[in-house]
């Protein structure tokens, strides 16, 4: 490097010295080399993309990326307290949102299956509704086939008048404690001095034991000796005052009557009868349809399920 000396007015001059322009470009490139640079800069910063789209972090990735931004810092100007928090916090929030995103997923899809399987319902509904309809047209020409049927059997009805009706109607409901009539019939005379004729009057209870299989328990409430009937055949009318043998009134509900009588000394068995079985005493009819008379019963015609010549 020269320099040029020149002579002024009070002794000599030295000009200073200038700097080429190669060197000053070469020392400020040789600056930046000396600058601190964060590594994670020329990193691609992971996504992603399953839940998002590929716009945001995931939180593994979140988390890589804070704990390089800490090992990597710069010692000359860390990060400060707040900041940390700050992206910390960050962090709790991503965390939160994906729960959440995943539980209104989840709800979503509930509702979905909901909404699915209420149209079954719906469906099913519909169709049961549909078989009730066709059931009732069913046995509304059922009804009126019956009706139909008694109608024509109205006209041989007349023919069973003195034979032996068999119902199965052998039960009386008692609704309040007041004296009730009914009517058995004799097919033979009673004879008193054969064993111990008598009326029985039970009451039926259904019980469901410990295996499930279910049974009737039948409880005899009032018995009514016949030894002062002795003699009478046929149809004989009863009252009964509703009071069981210890004479305090029954319970309303469903009692059996039933009859035995005139015991066989070689079979050791006695006859019997029940409420609802007889000899047809008369033909009745309303509105067409035949009624039987059975004592103090009156019954529809079908009511009979079978009929015997009285012996």
């Known amino acids: 490097m020269s320099s040029t000396t020149a002579t002024g007015l009070n002794g000599n001059y030295q000009q200073p010295q200038t700097t080429s322009n190669t060197s000053r470009s070469s020392g400020t490139e040789s600056a930046k080399e000396n600058e601190w640079k964060n590594p ?25 990326l804070f704990l390089e931004q800490l090992k990597n810092q710069d010692p000359t100007a860390p990060m400060e307290t707040q900041e940390i928090l700050t992206q910390t916090a960050q962090l709790t929030q991503v965390e939160a949102q994906e729960k959440m995103k995943a539980a209104m997923e989840k709800m ?18 519909e169709k049961m509704i549909e078989s009730q309809k066709k059931m009732l047209e069913s046995l509304g020409l059922l009804s009126d086939s019956i009706q139909d049927s008694n109608i024509l059997s109205g006209y041989n009805a007349i023919g069973v008048i003195g034979k032996i009706a068999e119902t199965g109607l052998n039960t009386i409901t008692l609704e309040k404690n007041e004296t009730t009539k009914f009517s058995l019939y004799f097919d033979e005379p009673i004879d008193a001095s054969k064993g111990d004729p008598k009326i029985t009057i039970v009451t039926k209870k259904v019980t469901t034991g410990s295996d499930g299989k279910e049974s009737e328990e039948k409880t005899i409430v009032k018995e009514i000796s016949l030894k002062d009937y002795d003699g ?5 009318d009863f009252e009964w005052d509703t009071k069981d043998s210890g004479g305090s009134y029954v319970k309303a509900g469903d009692y059996t009557i039933s009859a035995e009588y005139n015991l066989d000394a070689t079979t050791n068995k006695y006859l019997s009868t029940e409420l609802g079985r007889g000899e047809v005493q008369s033909v009745l009819y309303d509105k067409g349809v035949p009624y039987l008379k059975l004592g103090e019963m009156v019954i529809p015609i079908t009511y009979a399920h079978t009929f015997q010549p009285k012996s």
């Open 232 to 236: 009478q055949s046929g149809w004989i």
């Open 40 to 64: 994670l800069d020329d990193k691609e910063i992971p996504k992603d993309e399953s839940t998002t789209g590929g716009n945001s972090l995931s939180n593994e990735a979140f988390m890589r």
């Open 108 to 125: 979503t899809s509930a509702m979905e299956s909901m909404q699915e399987t209420n149209e079954k319902t719906i469906e099913a509904q």
